[in-house]
Protein backbone atom coordinates (compact mmCIF):
# COMPACT_ATOMS: atom_id res chain seq x y z
CA UNK A 1 0.00 0.00 0.00
CA UNK A 2 1.08 3.26 -0.23
CA UNK A 3 1.91 5.81 2.04
CA UNK A 4 4.04 8.88 2.74
CA UNK A 5 7.69 7.99 2.84
CA UNK A 6 9.28 9.83 -0.56
CA UNK A 7 6.69 12.81 1.01
CA UNK A 8 8.84 13.24 4.40
CA UNK A 9 12.08 12.40 3.04
CA UNK A 10 11.23 14.99 -0.22
CA UNK A 11 10.21 17.62 2.81
CA UNK A 12 7.92 20.79 2.51
CA UNK A 13 4.84 20.84 0.61
CA UNK A 14 4.64 17.89 -1.52
CA UNK A 15 2.24 18.14 -4.62
CA UNK A 16 1.62 14.14 -5.99
CA UNK A 17 0.89 14.16 -10.09
CA UNK A 18 -0.71 11.67 -12.10
CA UNK A 19 -2.70 11.38 -15.31
CA UNK A 20 -5.90 9.37 -16.70
CA UNK A 21 -6.52 8.62 -20.39
CA UNK A 22 -3.07 8.54 -22.14
CA UNK A 23 -4.00 5.76 -23.99
CA UNK A 24 -7.80 5.74 -25.34
CA UNK A 25 -8.63 6.78 -29.12
CA UNK A 26 -11.68 9.40 -27.47
CA UNK A 27 -11.35 11.88 -25.14
CA UNK A 28 -9.03 14.36 -23.13
CA UNK A 29 -5.87 13.40 -21.06
CA UNK A 30 -6.63 14.54 -17.46
CA UNK A 31 -4.09 15.47 -14.77
CA UNK A 32 -4.66 15.61 -11.16
CA UNK A 33 -1.98 17.28 -8.46
CA UNK A 34 -3.13 16.52 -4.55
CA UNK A 35 -1.11 18.05 -1.77
CA UNK A 36 -1.92 16.87 2.22
CA UNK A 37 -0.91 19.36 4.15
CA UNK A 38 0.78 17.52 7.05
CA UNK A 39 0.97 14.19 5.59
CA UNK A 40 -1.87 12.80 7.61
CA UNK A 41 -4.62 10.97 5.80
CA UNK A 42 -7.66 11.38 7.21
CA UNK A 43 -9.28 8.65 9.23
CA UNK A 44 -12.37 8.38 6.77
CA UNK A 45 -9.40 7.39 3.74
CA UNK A 46 -7.44 5.24 5.81
CA UNK A 47 -7.10 2.04 3.90
CA UNK A 48 -9.42 3.52 0.62
CA UNK A 49 -6.41 5.06 -1.34
CA UNK A 50 -4.46 3.25 -3.63
CA UNK A 51 -3.35 3.24 -7.33
CA UNK A 52 -6.92 3.54 -8.70
CA UNK A 53 -6.52 0.94 -11.14
CA UNK A 54 -6.22 -0.99 -8.41
CA UNK A 55 -9.69 -0.35 -6.85
CA UNK A 56 -13.25 -0.87 -8.52
CA UNK A 57 -15.06 2.09 -10.09
CA UNK A 58 -17.37 2.23 -6.65
CA UNK A 59 -14.03 2.04 -4.55
CA UNK A 60 -12.72 5.05 -6.50
CA UNK A 61 -15.54 7.00 -6.25
CA UNK A 62 -16.09 6.78 -2.30
CA UNK A 63 -12.61 7.45 -2.14
CA UNK A 64 -12.84 10.53 -4.71
CA UNK A 65 -15.60 11.69 -2.51
CA UNK A 66 -13.81 11.62 0.96
CA UNK A 67 -11.05 12.97 -0.79
CA UNK A 68 -12.93 16.54 -1.94
CA UNK A 69 -14.67 16.64 1.68
CA UNK A 70 -11.06 16.07 2.98
CA UNK A 71 -10.62 18.96 0.87
CA UNK A 72 -13.25 21.54 1.95
CA UNK A 73 -12.20 20.47 5.62
CA UNK A 74 -8.75 21.65 5.00
CA UNK A 75 -6.45 18.89 4.93
CA UNK A 76 -5.54 18.73 1.68
CA UNK A 77 -5.75 20.28 -1.44
CA UNK A 78 -6.38 19.32 -5.28
CA UNK A 79 -6.17 20.88 -8.53
CA UNK A 80 -7.51 19.16 -11.67
CA UNK A 81 -6.08 19.91 -15.49
CA UNK A 82 -7.18 19.04 -18.96
CA UNK A 83 -5.99 18.89 -22.24
CA UNK A 84 -8.60 18.68 -25.19
CA UNK A 85 -8.76 16.20 -28.41
CA UNK A 86 -7.27 19.20 -30.29
CA UNK A 87 -4.43 19.92 -28.14
CA UNK A 88 -3.62 16.23 -28.07
CA UNK A 89 -3.34 16.03 -31.78
CA UNK A 90 -1.67 19.23 -32.51
CA UNK A 91 1.21 19.15 -29.58
CA UNK A 92 1.49 15.37 -29.02
CA UNK A 93 0.18 13.24 -26.19
CA UNK A 94 3.19 13.63 -24.03
CA UNK A 95 2.69 17.32 -24.33
CA UNK A 96 -0.13 17.00 -23.71
CA UNK A 97 -0.49 15.32 -21.34
CA UNK A 98 2.46 17.92 -19.14
CA UNK A 99 0.68 20.53 -20.48
CA UNK A 100 -2.38 19.28 -18.30
CA UNK A 101 -0.14 18.91 -15.22
CA UNK A 102 0.88 21.80 -15.75
CA UNK A 103 -2.65 23.28 -15.24
CA UNK A 104 -3.40 20.67 -12.54
CA UNK A 105 -0.24 22.27 -10.30
CA UNK A 106 -1.55 25.71 -11.15
CA UNK A 107 -5.15 24.88 -9.85
CA UNK A 108 -4.47 23.66 -6.58
CA UNK A 109 -4.77 26.57 -5.02
CA UNK A 110 -1.37 26.99 -3.50
CA UNK A 111 2.50 26.72 -4.35
CA UNK A 112 4.22 23.46 -3.39
CA UNK A 113 7.70 23.22 -2.69
CA UNK A 114 8.18 20.09 -4.94
CA UNK A 115 5.90 18.17 -6.92
CA UNK A 116 5.93 14.06 -7.02
CA UNK A 117 5.21 12.53 -10.29
CA UNK A 118 3.99 9.34 -11.42
CA UNK A 119 6.54 7.74 -14.64
CA UNK A 120 9.88 8.63 -15.25
CA UNK A 121 9.03 12.11 -17.42
CA UNK A 122 8.19 15.09 -15.27
CA UNK A 123 6.76 18.54 -17.33
CA UNK A 124 8.87 21.21 -17.30
CA UNK A 125 7.87 24.93 -15.97
CA UNK A 126 5.75 23.18 -13.22
CA UNK A 127 6.91 26.31 -10.75
CA UNK A 128 8.87 24.33 -8.54
CA UNK A 129 11.10 21.27 -8.33
CA UNK A 130 9.89 18.07 -9.78
CA UNK A 131 11.14 14.58 -8.98
CA UNK A 132 9.69 11.11 -10.90
CA UNK A 133 8.94 8.02 -9.70
CA UNK A 134 8.14 5.37 -11.44
CA UNK A 135 5.14 3.31 -9.87
CA UNK A 136 4.59 6.12 -7.99
CA UNK A 137 0.65 5.53 -7.42
CA UNK A 138 1.11 2.15 -5.74
CA UNK A 139 4.08 4.04 -3.13
CA UNK A 140 3.07 7.39 -2.73
CA UNK A 141 -0.34 8.48 -0.99
CA UNK A 142 -0.21 11.81 -2.47
CA UNK A 143 0.24 10.46 -6.11
CA UNK A 144 -1.86 7.42 -5.52
CA UNK A 145 -4.50 10.07 -4.69
CA UNK A 146 -4.10 12.18 -7.63
CA UNK A 147 -4.45 8.65 -9.81
CA UNK A 148 -8.19 8.40 -8.12
CA UNK A 149 -9.18 12.01 -8.81
CA UNK A 150 -7.70 12.52 -12.66
CA UNK A 151 -9.43 8.54 -12.89
CA UNK A 152 -12.54 9.78 -11.64
CA UNK A 153 -13.37 13.25 -13.41
CA UNK A 154 -11.93 11.61 -17.09
CA UNK A 155 -14.68 8.80 -16.81
CA UNK A 156 -17.53 11.56 -15.54
CA UNK A 157 -16.30 13.08 -18.80
CA UNK A 158 -16.44 10.10 -20.91
CA UNK A 159 -19.99 9.34 -19.33
CA UNK A 160 -21.17 12.28 -20.26
CA UNK A 161 -20.13 11.98 -23.62
CA UNK A 162 -21.42 8.56 -24.64
CA UNK A 163 -25.38 9.46 -24.84
CA UNK A 164 -24.29 12.11 -26.88
CA UNK A 165 -22.32 9.59 -29.31
CA UNK A 166 -24.02 6.47 -29.51
CA UNK A 167 -22.38 3.35 -31.06
CA UNK A 168 -18.64 3.68 -29.13
CA UNK A 169 -19.42 2.19 -25.66
CA UNK A 170 -17.75 5.00 -24.52
CA UNK A 171 -19.48 4.75 -20.74
CA UNK A 172 -17.57 1.24 -20.58
CA UNK A 173 -14.65 1.70 -22.60
CA UNK A 174 -13.84 4.76 -21.46
CA UNK A 175 -12.41 5.80 -25.18
CA UNK A 176 -10.03 2.75 -25.33
CA UNK A 177 -9.88 0.74 -28.20
CA UNK A 178 -11.93 -2.32 -27.35
CA UNK A 179 -13.27 -4.30 -30.64
CA UNK A 180 -16.81 -2.83 -29.97
CA UNK A 181 -15.36 0.96 -30.35
CA UNK A 182 -13.03 0.31 -33.26
CA UNK A 183 -15.98 -1.27 -35.33
CA UNK A 184 -18.32 1.78 -34.48
CA UNK A 185 -15.54 4.15 -35.65
CA UNK A 186 -15.59 1.85 -38.81
CA UNK A 187 -19.24 1.67 -38.84
CA UNK A 188 -19.99 5.65 -37.61
CA UNK A 189 -16.92 7.47 -38.49
CA UNK A 190 -15.22 9.55 -36.16
CA UNK A 191 -16.74 11.80 -33.76
CA UNK A 192 -15.21 15.76 -32.72
CA UNK A 193 -13.55 13.78 -29.62
CA UNK A 194 -11.60 10.91 -31.77
CA UNK A 195 -7.56 11.66 -31.64
CA UNK A 196 -7.10 11.74 -35.05
CA UNK A 197 -3.19 11.10 -34.71
CA UNK A 198 -3.51 8.49 -32.50
CA UNK A 199 -3.41 4.53 -34.79
CA UNK A 200 -5.64 3.13 -36.06
CA UNK A 201 -7.28 6.19 -37.33
CA UNK A 202 -4.04 7.89 -38.47
CA UNK A 203 -2.87 4.89 -40.13
CA UNK A 204 -6.56 4.60 -42.47
CA UNK A 205 -6.17 1.41 -40.95
CA UNK A 206 -10.77 1.44 -39.98
CA UNK A 207 -11.46 2.28 -44.37
CA UNK A 208 -12.47 5.85 -43.05
Not at 142 to 163: E, G, T, W, Y
Amino acid sequence: MPDFAFEKKLGGLVAGIDEAGRGPLAGPVVAAAVAFRHYRLPAALTGGIDDSKKLTPAQRIAAFAELATAARAGDLAFGIGAASVAEIDRINILQATFLAMRRAVGRLGLAPDVALVDGNRAPPDLGCRAMTLVDGDATSLSIAAASIVAKVIRDRAMHRLDPRYPGFGWATNMGYGTVAHIEGIARLGPTPHHRLSFAPLAQGRLGL
